[in-house]
């Protein structure tokens, strides 16, 4: 019975928590998830199938359909989505709304449990997994930048709609994020905050690292 560890990567969108949470994940040999995918997997199949996003029933009735009881993997988004699919403007309007459905953050937390546990070490993304997900994560990283150095990071990122609609689409999931009553989005008491809004991901990834050695991680 193998210990598993995990290290948590928490943050506002395009924070740079991915490209960072990817470099780390080299350097220390450790698996990656961003947890953030099965909220959008989530908006996405709402979306596709014309369930109200709002609607806790019909949303638990939804998820229970794609994991089928306990297929993780569907739920985690590892197999058959796409970026295309999942990281449309239409999924992130809808994402946080779903993500503020208690049942539905339960079983997230729940699939992401089962993933971490099949991993000797583990890097996980998100907005919860500091305080939530993983309380006992060592280190645990709060990344964060001023909203309109993220909006312009996601518009050069994607490529799509105005940077007036990427900076908008932003700051509403931020709010509704840091507000909702399931999980908010917080720094951990124990988390170490970095703003990347001065500097480069290399910088980012070297502060990282230096932690994750303190920590005992090789
Ligand atoms: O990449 P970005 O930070 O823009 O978003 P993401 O990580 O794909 O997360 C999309 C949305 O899922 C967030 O805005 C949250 O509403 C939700 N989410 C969450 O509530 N809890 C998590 N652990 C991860 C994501
Ligand atoms: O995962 P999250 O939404 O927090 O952000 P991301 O997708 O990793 O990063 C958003 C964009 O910002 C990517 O294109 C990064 O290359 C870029 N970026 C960064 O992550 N960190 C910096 N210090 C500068 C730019």
């Keep these: 019975n193998v210990k598993s560890s995990v290290v948590s990567v928490d943050g506002p969108a395009a924070a740079g928590k991915t ?5 780390v994940a080299e350097i220390f040999d450790m698996k990656y998830l961003e947890s953030g995918r ?3 997997v989530l908006a996405y199949e709402a979306l596709r199938s014309g369930v109200d996003p709002t609607d806790p029933k019909k949303m638990v009735a939804l998820c229970s359909k ?3 009881g306990d297929r993780v993997s569907e739920l985690l988004g590892l197999n058959r989505y796409t970026a295309g699919e999942l990281r449309s403007l239409a999924v992130g309007r809808t994402v946080s709304k779903v993500a503020g459905i208690a ?7 729940n699939s992401v449990h089962i993933w971490a546990a099949g991993n000797r070490r583990s890097i996980v993304e998100g907005r919860d997994i500091g305080t939530v997900v993983f309380p006992t994560a060592v280190p645990k990283f709060y990344l964060t930048a001023s909203a309109e150095t993220r909006a312009r990071r996601r518009l050069a990122q994607e490529g799509s709609g105005s940077l007036k609609e990427v900076f908008e689409d932003v700051v509403r999931r931020d709010r509704a994020d840091t507000t909702r009553s ?14 990347t809004t001065e500097l480069s991901i290399e910088q980012v990834v070297d502060r990282m690292a230096e932690a994750c050695g303190a920590s005992g991680l090789a």
């Design 19 to 23: 490209t960072t949470s990817l470099a």
């Design 182 to 195: 399931a999980s908010p989005l917080v720094p951990a008491s124990d988390a170490i905050i970095i703003d």
């Design 103 to 109: 049942e539905l953050r339960r079983r997230v937390t």
């Design 38 to 40: 099965a909220y959008r």
């Design 66 to 68: 794609i994991s089928r």
